[in-house]
């Protein structure tokens, strides 16, 4: 599933768990992919606590708690680490990350929290939901099959990397253009990871993020940056965006586009691809920003993007622009000509 539908997914079941509507969801996927950030991504928003739990790294009476004798019977202290109304808030999200890691032992301790919400005398507050994620056993991570009884406690979805997603969530964290026009470009190396080869570095969209963060570190042409691209993503695709970053001196001037200026498009499809990414970019900053010339210069933009050789691509370059900004684009007044200069390519994806 991909990230914005299991986002949706996600959504509900917070939603839902004050209703008595919500299951526990597990999320599947290979390493980098995002599944952890993508549950953060929901208590953020939501403004709740995340309680993440690291399943991994557990003792069975990290979960059940230690046993103490009370008035001639035994008691279970309860661990602090489990989800408390009063200490917490009233809602929020118990996540259980890495639990395809955990041992046997510390799976069967998770049985009874994850299908009744409950370890002995512990209770999972009513407005807390649980959410899961792990890798599968052929990521050449430390796994281990999940007991069909842990199982069948569990709704299952697939986290599949998908550049558009990517590309939106990128635009809206300031990853660096440069990283999101070459994947626009070179889609397939958003996520680049083969189990069968033994590889420390390798394109993923975590990855990618170190990659933008190398950016904002070395400088651009240097040696170092060559390097410490490889060693984010790996030789092939770090030679590949060193290369591809060194041929964007090419890129005509963004500015004179916004100011709705006739310059030539380059080329060079590469480049093509850079100028389109670049130029969502900067619409983003311009709704920021937000003065009297903000609409005008989404105009030109639009106007720039039925200027492409290719018009698929300047479809991709609207798509993108709609998911940063909104439904803003519609109530433009170019929007309405390009729409029709491009209704024989496909119809616009406003989802």
Not at 229 to 239: K, M, P, R, S
Request: with cysteine; glycine share 6%; net charge negative.
């Amino acid at each position: 599933m991909r990230p914005s539908h299991l986002q949706a997914v996600l959504e509900t079941e917070f939603s839902s768990a004050l209703n008595g509507h919500h299951t526990p969801v597990m999320i599947w996927g290979p390493p980098g992919v995002g599944k952890s950030q993508l549950v953060a991504e929901i208590a953020n928003q939501h403004n709740v606590p995340l309680v993440d739990v690291r399943l991994s790294q557990l003792e069975p009476t990290d979960l059940r708690g230690i046993p103490f004798k009370e008035d001639g019977m035994v008691e279970w202290a309860v661990p602090r680490l489990l989800p408390d109304a009063k200490r917490h808030g009233p809602k929020g999200i118990l996540f259980l990350d890495e639990i395809t890691s955990a041992t046997p032992a510390v799976s069967a301790a998770a049985y009874q929290l994850i299908l009744d919400r409950c370890l002995g005398e512990y209770r999972v507050p009513p407005g807390w939901v649980i959410f899961a994620a792990g890798n599968r056993q052929g990521d050449r991570g430390v796994t281990y099959s999940m007991p069909s009884p842990l199982a069948n406690r569990f709704t299952h979805f697939t986290f599949d990397v998908n550049v558009d997603d990517w590309v939106t969530w990128a635009h809206l964290n300031d990853i660096d253009e440069r990283v999101i026009a070459f994947l626009r470009f070179r889609p397939e190396l958003l996520f680049d990871f083969d189990p069968t080869i033994e590889q420390v570095a390798f394109p993923t969209p975590r990855s990618w993020e170190f990659a933008h963060h190398a950016l904002q570190k070395f400088e651009s042409g240097s040696l170092i940056l060559g390097h410490a691209l490889q060693a984010c993503v790996g030789d092939i695709a770090g030679i590949e965006i060193n290369a591809f970053i060194d041929h964007l001196d090419n890129l005509p001037d963004i500015d004179a586009i916004l100011e709705g200026e006739q310059l030539a498009m380059p080329d060079s499809i590469d480049l093509q691809y850079a100028l389109a990414s670049s130029l969502v970019g900067r619409a983003m900053q311009l709704c920021k920003a937000e003065d009297e010339q903000t609409d005008a210069k989404l105009g030109h933009i639009l106007n720039f993007a039925a200027q492409f050789p290719q018009r698929e691509m300047g479809v991709m370059l609207v798509s993108d622009m709609h998911r940063a900004i909104g439904k803003r684009l519609f109530s433009l007044p170019q929007f309405k000509d390009w729409a029709s200069s491009i209704s024989d390519v496909l119809l616009y994806d406003n989802h």
